[in-house]
Structures are given as C-alpha cells and as structure tokens.
C-alpha cells in the first residue's frame, strides 16, 4: 500500500511539469492568435522625435497566406514625400524572408538585403525586420517567471539568436516577450543590446476581435519607444478587412511599383 501511495504522488507531482508549455509552444500560441489568412488594412504611422515633434503617415497594407509564404505590401498613400513607396515582404516558416522595397523617385524596386533589416523603417523607430513575423528556427527560447503587467497576467518569454550573425543581422542580443496567459496576446516586446541594456520597447495594446474570423485578434494600436534617444514611433489600425478579394499576381515584385 505504501509503495502505491509513493507512485501516485510521484505521479500526480510531475502532472504539471508533463503539461507545461515549452517557452517555443506559447510563443507559437501567441503568433497563431494574431494570424490571419487574408487581410486589407489602412494604418497611420505617427514618428514622434525627443521633443515630442510629430509627423503622419498614412499606410494601406494587403497581405495573403500563399501556401509557402506570407505575403504582404505596404504602400504609403501619404505625405507627399512618400507617397509610392511601397515594401513587398515574403514571410517564410523554414528560411529566410525576401523583402523588397519600390521607390517611386527611382522608379524602381531593390531587394532588402541581410545587412539592412535593422535599419529604419521609413525612418520610425520600427525596424525593416519589424514588418516580419520572427523565423523562430533563428532563436532559443526560455521561459522565465510570470510577470503582471498593467494588470494582466504574463508568460514571459525570453528569444535569444542562436548565433552572432542573426545578433548583428537585426541589432538586438536577446528579446523579452510578455504574452497574456489568458487569451495568449502579446503585451510588450523588449530588445536588449549586448550590455543587457533595453534599446527598444514595444507595446500592443487596443486589442479587438477581428470581424468574421473566430478566435483571431488584432492590436490597433503599437507603439515602439527607443530607449537611447527617447523618439517614439506609433502604428495604428484604422479600419481592417478580412474579405477582401486579393490575388497572389498583386503581392510580385514584378508588380510592386504598380502599386
């Protein structure tokens, strides 16, 4: 009897370590809840300098699920200075993805190349790689302690690259996601320099349920702080539509300066 007692309590006591979600399965969790197949989007990215100093920019953005990647256009509508200029990114779950940018004072498109991705986002404080979704096969995960943020309840995933080249690749040594436990949406996102200091800090917040799609959300609202000179960049959603007719034939470098 006693040794029946010890086998059940061993076994009950490691239940909970047989069914904890590896810091790889929430983040994949995480990125799945924000997934969507198909969209048309207007936005408006607001730069703010150090002293608070403003500009706009008005943003439509289509994007579709093409089988092998994610493919989705931005296109600045205005102000004038940038109107045209257009960014073609081709997401892939197992390598690498293809961005290309379209210039209409060029009249021309050139691909985005490794070196480029940190660099600035039509001069925001997002990245060229912050229009992709992470290729998780570039990092190591690691669940650290929950933490409560604004109230809610926290997964706190820890993603460092897996080797220099990706560190220098997109200008961060390791980032810091906090993801709600309960219906698993990103909070914050913090990027960290290799002196363990913040660079950047990201924050989603505004979350809404995306219309005809169940079970999906959206952030209508991310702002990206940089921490070293105190400029912030703030992208929101004004309207989105799931039942837009886009065709893969739109989504071509082929085509990008069409658009």
Not at 32 to 49: G, K, P, R, Y
Not at 158 to 186: Q, R
């Amino acid at each position: 009897m006693k040794t029946s007692i010890l086998i059940m309590m061993v076994f009950f006591a490691t239940i909970p370590v047989m069914n904890a979600q590896t810091a790889s399965e929430i983040s994949k969790k995480a990125a799945a809840t924000v997934e969507l197949s198909n969209f048309e989007m207007t936005q408006t990215l607001s730069i703010f300098d150090a002293k608070g100093n403003q500009r706009v920019r008005q943003t439509t953005s289509k994007s579709l699920n093409s089988g092998d990647a994610t493919k989705t256009l931005i296109v600045f509508n205005s102000p004038a200075d940038v109107a045209g200029t257009s960014m073609l990114v081709y997401d892939y779950d197992s390598k690498e993805d293809d961005m290309w940018i379209y210039l209409p004072a060029l009249r021309k498109s050139r691909r985005i190349v490794s070196t480029e991705k940190k660099q600035s986002f039509m001069g925001s404080e997002f990245t060229n790689s912050d229009m992709s979704k992470p290729n998780e096969n570039e990092y190591n995960f690691k669940k650290l302690a929950d933490k409560n943020i604004n109230g809610t309840v926290c997964y706190v995933i820890e993603m460092i690259p897996i080797n220099k080249d990706i560190e220098k690749k997109y200008g961060f040594s390791k980032k810091v996601c906090y993801i709600d436990k309960a219906k698993y949406l990103t909070q914050k996102v913090e990027y960290f320099d290799a002196t363990g200091k913040i660079t950047r800090e990201m924050v989603l917040s505004k979350y809404e349920p995306v219309n005809g799609v169940s079970g999906k959300y959206f952030a209508h609202r991310i702002e990206m702080l940089n921490q070293v000179t105190g400029r912030k960049s703030v992208i929101t959603v004004d309207a989105i539509n799931t039942k837009a007719v886009i065709r893969d034939s739109d989504l071509s470098p082929v085509v990008l300066g069409a658009n």
